[in-house]
């Protein structure tokens, strides 16, 4: 079975453009959850979204948005991008949405110059 | 809120050597515990798991037991390889109030020498 993707791998962005990150869970999985990866702030969770609804959300600025498909694929966004904005943005589904096995995909490079 | 709390890094050991990462937790109800491992340039790969008191959690060599009263779930390794070299997360999962959501432990960075 194929594991989580995530594309693209790495991104090159400048202060003020907005971007678009995309996840595909294992096949099956209909959670999926986001988080931050900074040197600075360790791993954050973003949000989740299980079925189609975002389902929990951690305590980031509105510029951080996402969504998800009817096949569980997801996307996040970020709008008006800012230099503290560079990390790693991590996807993890999982399949029914409890405290079960996130399982992760190898990640999104982003970098805000 | 939830919270983990892992030892100190960076650890450096010779290979062969026990291996001890500790991680406490704060949680509200009776949360899952989880230890991710992150190898340079890789997102994470679970490691073990435990979901209830006094489980314990095992795999390639390193385990884990779900300890309540202390509320603990250090990482054991009896003898570590060169290829352990990577950065270890401890990880809690309380569906009553997150459902999916993982809290993270700092992460602690382990390197190996032969």
């Known amino acids: 079975k194929a594991g989580v993707t995530q594309t693209p791998r790495y991104l090159i962005k400048t202060r003020g453009q907005q971007v678009t990150l995309s996840c595909s869970p294992i096949s099956g999985h209909r959670s999926v959850s986001w988080y931050q990866q900074t040197p600075g702030q360790g791993l954050q969770f973003l949000f989740e979204?299980?079925?189609?609804?975002?389902?929990n959300k951690g305590n980031f600025p509105g510029r951080f948005s996402g969504r998800q498909f009817s096949n569980s694929r997801s996307e996040m966004n970020v709008s008006t991008l800012e230099l503290g904005d560079s990390a790693l943005y991590l996807c993890?589904?999982?399949?029914?949405?409890?405290?079960?096995?996130?399982?992760f995909g190898p990640g999104t490079r982003l970098l805000v110059l | 809120g939830d919270s983990v709390t892992q030892m100190e890094g960076p650890v450096t050991l010779s290979e062969e050597a026990f291996l001890t990462i500790n991680c406490t937790y704060t949680a509200t109800g009776y949360p899952s515990l989880f230890w991710y491992v992150q190898y340079p340039g890789e997102g994470l790969q679970l490691l073990l798991k435990a979901t209830k008191a006094d489980d314990k959690g095992s795999n390639k060599g390193f385990e884990a037991t779900y300890r309540k009263e202390t509320t603990s779930f250090h990482l054991e390794k009896g003898s570590v390889q060169v290829s352990d070299s990577a950065v270890y997360f401890c990880a809690l999962s309380a569906r009553e109030t997150s459902g999916s959501r993982l809290t993270f432990g700092e992460g602690t960075q382990l390197t190996v020498n032969p």
């Open positions: 993890a589904s999982g399949m029914a949405g409890g405290a079960e096995t996130q399982y």
């Open positions: 979204y299980f079925s189609e609804t975002q389902r």
